[in-house]
């Protein structure tokens, strides 16, 4: 009736039977459901959210970068070429310092291998941390 009308349903006029055999359909597609937002990320240390390190473009402290580092180091390298420092240590810098930024690097790796599930990587790491935390 509505195809005499003059409106055109494109020759699926009065077929809606769906073939259970058909992997394909050549209708629209539907909206598929969207997926929550992941919560921000925030430093466990000083709370620091990454849209307001974002905001007033600083870094609350040293954790942030560990706590952060999924979206620091892609930037940090556009920016620098690198994400590890390798030019001098500025004189009268202190050691324990130097030994903690380590300590950090080698925890995120720990980290990483776990996410990865390289167990023997991360038992190897797990070594080294507690070695250089007991010198």
Same mark, same amino acid.
């Given at each position: ?9 494109? %020759? ?6 769906? @073939? ?5 359909? @050549? %209708?629209?597609?539907?909206?598929? /459901?969207?997926?929550?937002?992941? /919560? /921000? ?11 307001? &390190? =974002?905001? !007033? ?7 942030? &970068? ?10 940090? =390298? ?5 994400? !590890? ?33 390289? &167990? ?10 507690? =070695? !250089?935390?007991?010198?």
């Amino acid at each position: 009736m509505l195809g005499e009308n003059g409106l055109d349903f494109g %020759g699926a006029q009065g077929e809606f039977d769906v @073939d259970d055999h058909d992997d394909e359909h @050549d %209708g629209p597609e539907l909206p598929t /459901p969207e997926e929550p937002a992941a /919560p /921000p990320v925030v430093c466990e240390m000083c709370g620091l959210s990454f849209d307001e &390190y =974002q905001s !007033r473009g600083r870094l609350g402290c040293p954790h942030d &970068y560990i706590a952060f580092a999924d979206q620091l180091e892609p930037m940090l =390298q556009g920016i620098h070429g690198a994400t !590890r420092h390798a030019g001098k240590v500025p004189a009268g810098f202190d050691k324990s310092a130097i030994r903690e930024s380590n300590l950090l690097e080698l925890r995120r790796k720990l980290e990483q291998a776990i996410k990865s599930e390289q &167990y023997e990587l991360a038992a190897e790491l797990r070594d080294e941390i507690s =070695q !250089r935390e007991n010198e």
